[in-house]
């Protein structure tokens, strides 16, 4: 089993800065992609950003030039470096990882999500 620990939210004001951390463990062989969902009150879950394992990336275009996603594979950690932040980037962020365990098991875990509040 994999399980995927998040840390790093908060509260901060409109303008500031938080860096999200994702750290898988478990019974891991690789890990294909790596991202960051958010899901705020009475919104469905959206992706924010993801990345590969060779480290190419993709990002919603709300967050394009904001945001920046990378990982770490000898730690098997996501990181998202969130800059400039918005009231609209409020929402409980969760990490989702794309998880090989053995040549017969591939499957999606999730992390129990952090809560990021942007709030003057």
């Known amino acids: 089993q994999v399980q995927l620990v998040e840390s790093g939210g908060g509260l901060v004001q409109p303008g500031g800065s938080l860096r999200l951390s994702c750290a898988a463990s478990g019974s891991i062989f690789s890990i294909n992609v790596m991202g960051w969902y958010r899901q705020a009150p009475g919104k469905q879950r959206e992706l924010v950003a993801d990345?590969?394992?060779?480290?190419?990336?993709n990002y919603a275009d709300s967050v394009k030039g904001r945001f920046t996603i990378s990982r770490d594979n000898a730690k098997n950690t996501v990181y998202l470096q969130m800059n400039s932040l918005k009231p609209e980037d409020t929402a409980v962020y969760y990490c989702?990882?794309?998880?090989?365990?053995?040549?017969?098991?591939?499957?999606?875990?999730w992390g129990q999500g952090t809560q990021v509040t942007v709030s003057s």
């Open positions: 989702n990882a794309d998880v090989r365990s053995n040549v017969f098991l591939r499957k999606d875990y």
């Open positions: 990345i590969t394992s060779g480290s190419s990336t």
